[in-house]
């Protein structure tokens, strides 16, 4: 079945005001961890569930993938959903947080929307058709001196405790930029290289839900995806977005 933008941005916006109402009653909200640094609450939960009850009811055809509840059997074409991305962020009452909503087929991405409620802002994307921001045509930024470029990226590789925790690399690009950013949900962050706000974002030890929707908007706004060594595609173990034009002077540093 065709998947019309406009009939998944109903489904996500619905998904958001329930993020939302939560939102804004933090201090009834249950905050759990998963792991050591790792949350979840009851607005990830609820929010999933809606999703996956809205989505699967809508689109039989598709199976589900999402963070908090896991895989359906069918996985060839299948939504891949992050409920909350910036779920700490979320529970500290922050307003960078989203909900990410892909579908992907044959491991192909067809379309995907990341919307942050609390920021009012409804990104999307539809395969070779272009990326909008709140309906508006959106594209990356024309930055091309890496010395003069905002960059973004994040420490979730921190929390497993790895070796290559992204510090190095961090001090490296930093003293090569001019502007750093850690948002904390990478969802967002892809977008913002999408919407041109940051040249490029860099992180490692992501889940695909937590990239997939982000991804397709950014390459359909013009970015390049690769991995730290510069191969094009999506590994969220190792993704790196930029406009294109500061790839090979930031690859180096990688
Ligand atoms: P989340 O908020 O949905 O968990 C920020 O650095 C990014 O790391 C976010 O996309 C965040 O997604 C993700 N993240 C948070 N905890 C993580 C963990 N324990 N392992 C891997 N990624 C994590
Ligand atoms: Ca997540």
Redesign the pocket.
């Given at each position: 079945m065709l998947i019309s933008v406009h009939d998944l941005e109903t489904v996500v916006r619905a998904a958001g005001a329930i993020a939302l109402a939560h939102f804004n009653d933090l201090k009834n909200l249950a905050v759990n961890k998963k792991?050591p640094?790792?949350?979840v609450t009851d607005a990830d939960v609820a929010v999933e569930a809606f999703l996956k009850a809205e989505l699967t009811q809508k689109y039989p055809e598709y199976g589900f993938w999402g963070?908090e509840s896991g895989q359906s059997a069918d996985q060839s074409a299948r939504w891949v959903v992050?409920p909350?991305?910036?779920?700490?962020s979320f529970s500290r009452g922050q307003y960078f947080w989203s909900i990410s909503v892909a579908l992907e087929i044959d491991q192909e991405l067809i379309i995907g929307a990341v919307f942050a409620p609390a920021l009012g802002d409804y990104y999307t994307a539809v395969k070779g058709k272009g990326a909008w921001k709140n309906g508006s045509p959106i594209s990356v930024s024309s930055e091309s001196h890496l010395a003069d470029a905002m960059v973004a990226t994040?420490?979730?590789c921190l929390?497993?405790y790895l070796p290559d925790n992204n510090l190095d690399r961090f001090a490296r690009i930093a003293q090569s930029t001019t502007g750093q950013r850690r948002f904390?949900?990478?969802?967002m962050d892809l977008c913002l290289v999408a919407d041109g706000q940051v040249d490029a974002f860099w992180?490692q030890?992501?889940?695909l839900y937590?990239v997939a929707a982000g991804a397709l908007i950014a390459q359909e706004a013009g970015a390049t995806v690769t991995d730290f060594q510069g191969n094009k595609g999506i590994f969220p173990k190792q993704i790196l977005v930029t406009n294109g034009k500061i790839l090979d002077q930031i690859l180096p540093l990688m």
């Open positions: 792991s640094r790792d949350f963070e992050d909350i991305d910036g779920t700490h994040g420490f979730a929390r497993s904390g949900s990478a969802a992180e030890e992501l889940n937590d």
